[in-house]
């Protein structure tokens, strides 16, 4: 996970279950987990087995269910990014264009795995992701609820997805009001 997507990502987090919350969790991983989240820069690249480990740990000890959190803190994040002049030009974006734009906005955050788009037809989409066999249940929904952020602030309505695992990695078929 790139350093940049992770500090945005830790900021919502601490705005969701408060800095002790935040604080206990980091003090729970193991010192290499703490080494790399405290040495962590917008340019430097995470273990995704480490973030999860810090999320894993903060719903644990915020006392919250860890799906409904990780919605919320990437629905949060997505929506911070995409803030300003990013959501105007989202917003005047075509529907192809915007799909197309998928793969590039996702390897801006990861750094395994990668996705082609494709407009199917209309308000129907089709992203694969590819080249990460092994890739976790956790690591799917937030990519899921990331596609979904990005077309929700883009101005698309009544957004549905569903995902299937792959051989490879996964299938996410988008469908919207067009």
Excluded at 55 to 63: D, H, I, M, V, Y
Excluded at 119 to 141: F, M, N
Excluded at 160 to 166: D, F, G, K, L, S
């Amino acid at each position: 996970m790139s350093g940049a997507a992770l500090l945005d990502g830790l900021q919502s987090l601490e705005e969701i279950i408060g800095t002790e919350a935040l604080e206990s969790a980091r003090a729970a991983l193991n010192p290499l987990q703490k080494e790399q989240l405290a040495s962590a820069t917008a340019v430097t690249w995470i273990p995704m087995t480490t973030s999860l480990a810090l999320f894993e740990a903060a719903a644990k000890l915020s006392g919250r269910d860890a799906d409904p959190l990780l919605d919320e803190v990437v629905r949060r994040t997505a929506t911070r990014l995409m803030r300003g002049v990013w959501r105007m030009l989202l917003r005047l974006t075509s529907d192809d264009a915007l799909v197309k734009r998928t793969p590039a906005l996702y390897a801006r955050g990861r750094n395994v795995g990668q996705l082609s788009a494709r407009l199917l037809e209309p308000g129907r989409a089709e992203i694969l992701l590819t080249g990460w066999p092994d890739v976790s249940d956790r690591q799917l929904r937030m990519i899921s609820v990331s596609n979904a952020v990005i077309l929700e602030l883009a101005g698309r309505r009544g957004m549905q997805q569903t995902y299937a695992r792959t051989r490879g990695g996964a299938r996410f078929e988008l469908h919207w009001r067009a």
